[in-house]
């Protein structure tokens, strides 16, 4: 598993698939350490290297993973006499389902880090193409996730410094399966809604090509059923996911580009295996199961209460990918993959799939090149 960058495949079908052997002989930094410490204790030696590196921010959305990880680094920061971290949160207009400013305000107050607390503000500033995903797409290219232009404001005011971040919490603390069901009603029911739920690919990926669309499907299927229910299982075998190592490296680019230490407490091989130590054995725990775990009654309660979880998607489609759909001529993809009628077709409604995002992005970068190619191009494939 050597590739780290999304590959014309990947941005064509929208999804990133594949998982590393078990056996392989260099996993690189995504791993599980033993340990004899908890949790806590793990996490807070996780961030750490981050605080002795200011100015530490920590790029802050309210959510149960960078609250938590607000919570321990102010928590280890006091306790060592070093500065706070510096929380920076984006807040949206015309994004009802990312509002999460109650949240954030509640965990900014009960930590008290309000002082320095850094709020930026977007309409279409965040767009998959518009001013800040342009500079980052003219610097860097096409990375994965397509959203990581988020970050580059919060990167370029941690220049020299470091910055945290609540990454992996949805693979290390939460995964995709469901608690096993409570009842024989509800193991039918679910079967029930499942089958109803699955049109042809060719309806999934309306604009690639019928053997891609099926290509597709069959291996991110594959994938999602591949998840272990063990705990213990379940982190060793996201931590091997494409998905997430690519998700690791690109932004791992992005802060070394500016002399920032990124780091990714949730990801940390020792706090992973201070987690498997203690919660290996369970099957499907939940989320809010492991953070109470994890917290162990040492960190204010709104940091780890149940909440709903936000959506972002139109924080990313705005005005300039709009237009730029509404005017694309059919030019620039592979042919062999997606195929260009469907994909306009596809893109004369709004909102359009997220999963052509990265074509968005992709043929945009190729009508708006940089003066010189970020990177070298990965070459083609035809497969995930």
């Known amino acids: 598993m050597t590739v780290r960058w999304p590959t014309p495949y990947d941005l064509a079908t929208g999804l990133v698939t594949g998982v590393a052997p078990h056996d392989e002989a260099d996993p690189g930094p995504l791993r599980v350490v033993p340990t004899t410490l908890p949790p806590l204790a793990a996490l807070e030696a996780a961030v750490l290297p981050a605080l002795r590196r200011p100015p530490c921010l920590l790029s802050f959305s ?45 965990i900014v107050r009960v930590l008290d ?35 990581l232009h988020l970050h580059l404001p919060i990167v ?59 290509e597709v499907r069959r291996a991110f299927r594959a994938e999602e059923r591949a998840e272990p229910v063990r705990l213990a299982d379940r982190v060793a075998w996201h931590l091997r996911r494409r998905d997430l190592r690519t998700s690791v490296a690109c932004a791992t680019l992005v802060a070394d580009a500016h002399d920032v230490r990124l780091v990714q407490p949730l990801l ?17 725990p939940t989320r809010a199961q492991l953070l109470a775990g994890i917290a162990a009654g040492e ?43 469907a994909l306009r077709e596809v893109w004369s409604r709004w909102p359009i799939p997220e999963c052509t995002a990265g074509l968005v992005q992709h043929l945009w970068l190729r009508q708006h090149p940089p003066a010189s190619s970020p990177r070298p191009a990965p070459r083609m494939e035809v497969s995930p």
């Open 299 to 341: 960190l204010p309660a709104p940091v780890t209460a149940v909440r709903r979880k936000a959506h972002f998607l139109a924080v990313f489609l705005r005005s300039p990918t709009r237009e730029f759909v509404r005017r694309w001529d059919g030019d620039g993809v592979n042919e062999d993959v997606v195929d260009p009628a």
């Open 156 to 214: 370029e005011l941690a220049a020299g410094g470091s910055l945290l971040t609540g990454g992996g919490g949805d693979q290390i603390l939460a995964g995709w399966r469901r608690p096993a069901p409570a009842s024989l009603r509800e193991a039918a029911g679910r079967l029930r809604a499942g089958l109803r739920r699955r049109p042809p690919a060719t309806q999934v990926f309306p604009w690639l090509r019928p053997a891609a669309a099926r």
């Open 62 to 106: 309210g959510g149960l993973d960078s609250s938590l990880v607000l919570a321990v680094a102010v928590r280890v920061a006091r306790r060592e006499g070093l500065p706070d971290p510096v929380p920076v949160t984006w807040r949206f207009t015309g994004a009802p389902r990312a509002y999460e400013s109650p949240w954030q305000d509640e």
């Open 113 to 147: 880090v309000g002082r320095d607390w850094q709020i930026l503000r977007a309409d279409d500033d965040l767009d998959l193409i518009g001013p800040v995903a342009r500079r980052f797409l003219h610097r860097f290219g096409v990375l994965h996730p397509l959203n």
């Open 268 to 284: 940390d091989p020792v706090f992973t295996g201070a987690l498997v130590r203690w919660a290996g054995h369970l099957r499907r």
